[in-house]
């Protein structure tokens, strides 16, 4: 389309009577082009100024749109206002539309409905009422060179702007829980309503979908303490209310703004800088520091029970007692009782043990593995499950205790199994269980270790180890 400046020269040379070729070299456009524009209104010195066509028709080649066009473009973002002009071209060629793609691009720009502009409310949290969390990662260049990606997990109170910030390993249910509790004995307390995005590990049910499910282990935590979870529907950021992007004030905040030699430099300067923002510096937003701040809704916070404190809340799983007395979790095996087998039981999931109940018994207590792979068991397990087994299984049940142990454990069991004689492994795997009894696992796992480097692949060797390293 030729510019409307450019129009305006083609009717004042024509009024000087210059030729329509002389006015084509001298404004770079085509003769058919002069000659269509001169019949043309002459544009107006605001419709200069403006370098559009204000109330007019469309000036030159008109698109191949007609009237029924037009009416089937209108009937198709009535049904999809989103529809892209490439799916608008792609439907009129089947019907026989010979127009160029930009032309329907254009009539699809024209004909698309405007949308619909919500009126939104910014409002104030009032005391102890909103908290905001939410999940957050940077990646930093410490001092070496060296780089990291940091996850961390946020919160603030709506109406003081108290900060809080954990540093954490991944995202998954259990660390929002345990993240939540750690920032809740940071206040002093819970706010009533806890403001959320949609991450699956909080939010089990869909955007949308109502009544709304929490994932079980968050929806235990809101019970306990009579919270009422808000989740903000995705690209509707404008529904926390007038709290800032809580990630986009951390990150350039601290992690950007700072220099770390490692990642526990990051967690001691993390300390420095939650004291700054909290206690020392005013809020942009409210022109108060947090902390004076807070002491207006401290009081106004819902108090942690005894039991819920990061270091021991435990979050509860229920799992079915496999028929070899074991029970997973976080791909770890755990033994239990061999009298529970074939029940429900719950595990009592802290943050470095868990507890296995059944029907209010305690079935098992373990020092806390994720993902180990290997059977975690402790001489009482042993011992149990001794005492319902017998005949051939004893024999296999204490090589596979002495298997667990690890890779050395299970080379030096290879060695010992391919020996010359089919069944010498009995008697040598019953006598190392009894060490493994006696011992336990570490110091009999050295053993082992040491007699396969030496390739002295017997139990006295292994007893001979033990007493070495205990002089």
Request: with cysteine; charged share 30%; proline share 6%.
């Amino acid at each position: 389309m030729i510019p409307v400046m450019t129009r305006s020269h083609i009717h004042v040379l024509a009024k000087a009577e210059h030729t329509q070729a002389d006015i084509a070299a001298r404004l770079d456009v085509g003769e058919r082009s002069v000659r269509r524009i001169v019949h043309e209104p002459e544009p107006t010195p605001e419709e200069v100024c403006a370098d559009r066509r204000v109330d007019a028709p469309r000036l030159g080649r008109p698109p191949k749109a007609d009237q029924l066009t037009v009416a089937r473009v209108q009937q198709f973002l009535a049904e999809d206002p989103k529809m892209r002009a490439t799916e608008a071209y792609r439907r009129a060629v089947e019907w026989g539309y010979t127009g160029r793609r930009s032309a329907m691009s254009e009539l699809v720009r024209r004909l698309r409905p405007t949308p619909a502009t919500d009126v939104v409310v910014r409002f104030e949290g009032l005391p102890g009422e909103y908290g905001q969390f939410d999940f957050g990662e940077a990646i930093v260049t410490y001092t070496d060179g060296r780089k990291e990606k940091i996850l961390f997990f946020a919160g603030r109170l709506k109406f003081s702007r108290l900060v809080h910030v954990v540093m954490v390993r991944n995202q998954t249910a259990e660390t929002v829980v345990r993240s939540l509790v750690e920032t809740f004995e940071a206040w002093g307390g819970a706010p009533r309503e806890w403001v959320f995005d949609n991450p699956r590990t909080i939010r089990a049910s869909l955007p949308g979908v109502v009544p709304v499910r929490t994932h079980d282990h968050l929806r235990d935590l809101l019970a306990e303490m009579r919270g009422i979870p808000t989740f903000c529907l995705p690209a509707h950021g404008n529904q926390k209310g007038s709290v800032e992007n809580l990630v986009g004030f951390v990150k350039p905040g601290f992690f950007f703004a700072r220099r770390f030699r490692d990642r526990a430099d990051v967690a001691s300067q993390l300390v420095e800088w939650l004291h700054d923002v909290n206690h020392v510096r005013p809020c942009r937003a409210t022109d108060e520091i947090p902390a004076v701040r807070f002491e207006r809704e401290r009081d106004l916070l819902r108090a942690l029970p005894a039991h819920i404190r990061s270091e021991n809340y435990a979050i509860r799983v229920q799992r079915v007692v496999s028929p070899s007395a074991l029970v997973h979790h976080t791909s770890t095996p755990y033994a239990v009782d061999p009298a529970a087998v074939g029940h429900t039981v719950d595990l009592l999931v802290r943050r470095d043990t868990i507890e296995i109940v059944d029907q209010g018994r305690v079935v098992g207590r373990h020092t806390r593995h994720d993902r180990r792979g290997s059977v975690v068991r402790t001489r009482e397990d042993r011992h149990d499950t001794l005492k319902v087994i017998g005949g051939r299984q004893t024999g296999f049940f204490k090589r596979e205790c002495v298997r667990e142990l690890g890779e050395a454990a299970e080379e030096f069991l290879t060695r010992l199994v391919h020996a010359d004689e089919p069944s010498v492994w009995h008697e040598p795997v019953a006598e190392l269980f009894d060490m493994l009894q006696e011992h336990g696992d570490a110091r009999v796992l050295v053993a082992i270790t040491a007699c396969v480097r030496a390739r002295t692949i017997t139990a006295v060797a292994v007893r001979r180890a033990l007493a070495k390293a205990a002089a």
